[in-house]
């Protein structure tokens, strides 16, 4: 979850989170209606993002929570009385907005928080400068990635939590993988 205030760059964050492993058109979409259409955008892309979300209602963070751990939905087969379509799906997700998107703690707990700082004028670029730059960096950034992923997952098999918290398997891979991003033991 990304958050800040206007002028903070939470969607071209957004979109460029995305684009690292998912290049899927279009990068960012706005808030699904229903449960359905959540499912649908998330069959059809690796990460799921939405921009500029306004809070979240109950049923969107229920949703929102199943599909972030893995779960179902079923909808009548078109042209059909009787029969049923069941979607499984697990996706990432990323969310961004301005207010507190995830005001209910069943999101709260499957999601890592960030809080952008507004950007100055000075340090403003434009966008095409910045995308050129971002992608010199991308070769960098993924295989940074992917060498802290490999190092979770060879440390993984000695991690042990003495508090295991909601959601503790992911806890536990982002312990084992303190080492790769050069944090201290503990940190996260």
């Given at each position: 979850m990304l958050q800040g205030e206007q002028g903070s760059a939470k969607s071209t964050v957004t979109k460029l989170l995305r684009s690292i492993v998912d290049p899927f058109k279009p990068a960012i979409r706005s808030a699904p209606r229903n449960e359905h259409e959540l499912i649908i955008s998330a069959r059809n892309a690796w990460i799921t993002a939405y921009d500029n979300l306004s809070g979240v209602n109950i049923a969107k963070s229920d949703a929102f929570c199943r599909l972030s751990t893995g779960g179902g939905f079923s909808a009548r087969t078109l042209y059909s009385d009787d029969e049923e379509t069941l979607f499984d799906v697990q996706r990432p997700l990323i969310l961004n907005g301005i207010d507190d998107i995830a005001s209910r703690q069943d999101l709260a707990d499957r999601a890592i928080s960030i809080t952008l700082p507004p950007i100055s004028d000075e340090d403003?670029?434009?966008?095409?400068?910045?995308?050129?730059?971002?992608?010199?960096?991308?070769?960098?950034?993924?295989?940074?990635?992917?060498?802290?992923?490999?190092?979770?997952?060879?440390?993984?098999?000695?991690?042990?939590l003495t508090d295991r918290p909601r959601m503790a398997d992911f806890a536990r891979l982002a312990s084992a993988g303190e080492i790769g991003f050069g944090w201290s033991k503990g940190t996260f």
């Open positions: 403003r670029k434009e966008e095409k400068q910045f995308l050129e730059e971002f992608e010199l960096a991308l070769p960098l950034i993924l295989g940074s990635l992917l060498s802290a992923l490999s190092i979770a997952l060879r440390e993984l098999p000695q991690v042990e």
